[in-house]
């Protein structure tokens, strides 16, 4: 009777996937952008609330007349087509409006994630040719640290952003709100000259290698996603309103987000930060239908007691990603969520997959042509047969994910174009082929009747990258930082499973000479300025020597396996706890409360 009742559901998903299918995608040259979009909708949805946050509240109507007052300013502080801006805020209404105001103008915003400081925030402005910088008062502080090594000079350049506390802009900067006439509320001639193939935002992104790298967005992507994600994965019109506590530096919170409510004329609550105690109150409040995720939110939901306001809570669907398979049963029936959507999609990446039929445990199927090839993971590797040949995985094995190239999966890549074509395979199966590596391991799985399409559902990141706190860190990048430390010449970066977290805390082992000169105050002080809270490692073991491949590659296979277990080896393993800034040394009784997941990560 069970599968009689999901044939006849999944045969009614058609009358959504059909009308998928025969969407076609903007051409080039064709007028469409995120500032248009919104301008459509505030055509047809004008005193409808577009956001709600903290007391504020903003209909569509406000929010295109202040994006146009920004954007004629700008316009006449001399940004045109093409020139990049960066925007480093957290997420608030001005930051939306600024993304906006730059949209209209066909200029790119530049998205800096909100947590870097010295190095790699230098690395994003410089790396960028931004002209100008309109930052939030509540970043004041990193951006001051660095103004002298930033290629943004003028003082008319760096555009201060009141935030809640009454301040006045630094010296070094002008107000941006004092340069604004209210008046300029008509939306401007320009926005008609900006186009499919026009690019609209850099997203900084790790990788897998190096230094973060800029994902350029380009709109047709976004009014492309924003369709598919809308009709195929909410399935939202005017009427919902999504809960969205995502930063919006992020391809999640604003791809799925954002662009997603602006398509259709819904309405958004947008949140600085994610807050379990307050989440299902906010969510009764504001009668939050839908929900941008990332599996680690979800987890945090899931861990909370229950609360009155859980029940009959009004989320009827989510987007997001990374909700692992041991959670989703229990995280569905708790909650009653009718609609979970997983997804999966590099920033950069030029294919998608989406759990369009609301299967379990799945990230669904893909838009364009995949290929799972084999890999060795000790080796980190691709396994190529005796005639140099990619070996594709045809059974329920995980293999490296690689997305073909080709005109209908666009591989945009990085303004870096050196650090693009090294995310390309070619002549993977036939000369001349072109493959785009996403760096993950992902397998088949088995969902039932899916008209026949094949299902995925996500493994491991794989190499030099993994995954915390919701952000891709690079082992080389942090690797590279570490190094630059005193007390490190050689530092090898991985991350390692943590009972009750999602991903990976980061781990470095080094070999010290001498382990009593090591400062652990200083290092401490060291990490922590030097690299964002995600990246810092959490667990530090020194090591007698440092085992390397024929070619001077550093091994971690074992180190990752044996991890921080005191019980797997005799070195010295130093942790970071939740809530302290210092290394201290890893006990019997601390190792036991990580163990058993009580130790607040």
Not at 96 to 102: D, G, H, N, R, W
Request: glycine residues 6%.
């Amino acid at each position: 009777m069970g599968k009689i009742k999901e044939f006849f559901r999944v045969i009614g998903e058609l009358r959504y996937i059909i009308p998928l299918l025969r969407y076609q995608w903007p051409k080039p040259d064709d007028v469409v952008s995120l500032a248009k979009s919104f301008e459509s909708s505030t055509d047809k949805f004008s005193d409808r609330t577009f956001m709600y946050f903290e007391d504020q509240v903003w209909s569509y109507k406000q929010t295109n007349e202040r994006a146009n007052a920004v954007a004629t300013y700008l316009r006449d502080a001399g940004i045109k087509h093409s020139d990049k801006v960066v925007v480093f805020m957290e997420n608030r209404p001005e930051y939306i409006i600024s993304l906006l105001a730059l949209n209209k103008l066909g200029a790119v915003g530049v998205l800096i994630n909100t947590s870097l400081t010295g190095d790699p925030l230098i690395h994003c402005i410089n790396s960028s040719d931004s002209i100008k910088c309109i930052f939030g008062d509540e970043l004041k502080d990193s951006l001051e640290d660095v103004l002298d090594q930033i290629i943004i000079k003028d003082k008319e350049n760096l555009l201060w952003v009141k935030d809640n506390i009454d301040n006045k802009n630094p010296e070094w900067s002008v107000d941006l709100n004092s340069k604004i006439n209210p008046d300029n509320i008509s939306n401007l001639e320009e926005t008609n000259s900006v186009t499919a193939k026009d690019t609209a935002f850099y997203i900084f992104t790790s990788g897998t290698t190096g230094v973060p790298k800029a994902a350029i967005f380009p709109n047709v992507k976004i009014v492309a996603a924003s369709v598919n994600i809308t009709k195929g994965g909410y399935r939202m019109d005017h009427t919902d309103c999504l809960y969205n506590c995502l930063p919006l530096y992020h391809s999640t919170g604003l791809m799925l987000g954002v662009c997603a409510t602006v398509h259709v004329g819904a309405s958004t609550f947008i949140r600085r930060k994610f807050s379990a105690s307050s989440f299902w109150q906010e969510a009764q409040k504001f009668n939050t239908t839908a929900f941008i995720y990332v599996g680690e939110l979800c987890r945090y939901l899931a861990i909370q007691d229950p609360c009155p306001e859980e029940k009959n809570n009004p989320i009827q669907k989510m987007v997001g990603n990374g909700l692992r398979p041991d959670l989703w049963d229990d995280f569905r029936n708790r909650f009653k969520v009718e609609r979970i959507v997983e997804i999966y999609g590099a920033s950069e990446g030029n294919a998608m997959m989406m759990n369009i039929l609301n299967k379990d445990k799945t990230i669904g199927m893909a838009n364009a042509r995949i290929a799972l090839i084999e890999y060795d993971v000790a080796q980190d590797e691709i396994i190529e047969d005796e005639n140099g040949k990619y070996i594709e995985i045809k059974d329920e094995r995980a293999g490296l994910l690689i997305n073909e190239i080709g005109p209908n999966a666009v591989f945009n890549g990085y303004t870096d174009a050196q650090a693009s074509e090294k995310k390309i395979l070619r002549n993977v199966f036939e000369e001349g082929d072109a493959w785009f590596n996403t760096g993950d391991l992902i397998k088949t799985v088995d969902v039932g009747f899916a008209l026949g399409k094949t299902h995925y559902q996500f493994v491991d990141r794989i190499g030099d990258t993994f995954r915390w706190r919701s952000e891709n860190v690079s082992t080389n990048e942090v690797g590279e930082i570490l190094n630059g430390s005193k007390f490190i010449n050689m530092a090898n970066v991985y991350g390692v499973k943590v009972p009750g977290c999602e991903g990976r805390a980061g781990m470095v082992a080094f070999v010290s000479e001498n382990k009593s000169s090591i400062d652990w105050d200083q290092l401490s002080e060291y990490v922590n300025t030097s690299l964002p809270k995600y990246a810092r490692p959490v667990f530090v073991r020194i090591i007698e020597e440092m085992d390397t491949t024929g070619t001077f590659k550093m091994k971690k296979n074992v180190l990752r396996d044996e991890s921080y277990h005191l019980d797997k080896h005799t070195d010295d393993v130093f942790v970071m706890m939740p809530n302290s800034d210092k290394y201290e040394k890893l006990t019997e009784e601390k190792y036991n409360q990580i163990s058993s997941g009580q130790a607040g990560f």
